[in-house]
């Protein structure tokens, strides 16, 4: 199985901050990698696919880059409502896998 | 806009079979764009994904579960199903169901999850 790993696990942050969160692949996956965020007690939310790719209705501060087996989300200016926990997933071969989580904490 | 919504018991007893159903509103089952799936994330844990299945039946399972778990499709009731056997206190967790949709590369797919159901917690306790 593809292993998924996040660093960090847990990020503190203040109100406008560009905070990046960092997802690594143990072999390649070219660019099938998803994010997504989860607020306490709510399914999680598509934020990007295809690495890159902005899930309609998700705001532009985010952004995602990377291939292969290293891969980025970023948050251009944090808002209140973007403190949650963070996803990466590969879907390039099954079973697919997600990575820990990051939780984005307000500092 | 497409909604799923996942049904069944909250608590299972140790050994049984745990039945969950996805209902899907808002789009068909039958669409072949998609395939359709489940992930739970036990209390506190991170989210794993449990299998897929398209609407023809096709399916792909997580290998650990796959001694013990069936995923099935009913088009005319546009709903897809989750049976998971011989349950323990391990597979406490919320099940959420989810839509998968695909991104094609020449002559292949690949599918993420774009819709998610709300979940439903499952306690495995006697």
């Known amino acids: 199985d593809i292993q998924m790993t996040q660093s960090p696990s847990t990020l503190s942050a203040s109100i406008g901050d560009r905070v990046t969160i960092t997802c690594r692949a143990s072999?390649?996956?070219?660019?099938?990698l998803a994010w997504y965020q989860q607020k306490p007690g709510k399914a999680p939310k598509l934020l990007m696919y295809?690495?890159?790719s902005l899930q309609s209705g998700v705001p532009s501060r985010f952004s995602g880059s990377g291939s292969g087996t290293e891969f980025t989300l970023t948050i251009s200016s944090l808002q209140p409502d973007d403190f949650a926990t963070y996803y990466c997933?590969?879907?390039?071969?099954?079973?697919?896998?997600f990575g820990q989580g990051t939780k984005l904490e307000i500092k | 806009q497409v909604q799923l919504q996942e049904s069944g018991p909250g608590l299972v007893k140790p050994s049984e079979t745990l039945s969950l159903t996805c209902s899907v509103s808002?789009?068909?089952?039958?669409?072949?764009?998609?395939?359709w799936g489940w992930i739970r994330q036990p209390p506190g844990k991170g989210l794993e994904w449990m299998g897929s299945?398209?609407?023809?039946?096709?399916?792909y399972y997580n290998s650990p579960l796959k001694s013990r778990l069936t995923i099935s499709v009913d088009t005319s009731r546009n709903q897809f199903s989750l049976r998971l056997s011989s349950v323990t206190a391990a597979d406490t967790a919320v099940f959420y169901c989810?839509?998968?949709?695909?991104?094609?590369?020449?002559?292949?797919?690949?599918?993420?999850?774009?819709?998610w159901g709300k979940g439903t917690t499952v306690t495995v306790s006697s």
């Open positions: 997933q590969q879907y390039n071969t099954y079973p697919y896998t």
């Open positions: 295809k690495a890159s």
């Open positions: 989810v839509r998968l949709t695909s991104n094609q590369e020449g002559r292949y797919y690949y599918y993420y999850m774009d819709v």
């Open positions: 299945i398209y609407y023809s039946g096709s399916t």
């Open positions: 808002g789009d068909s089952i039958s669409n072949d764009n998609y395939y």
């Open positions: 072999q390649s996956i070219s660019s099938w």
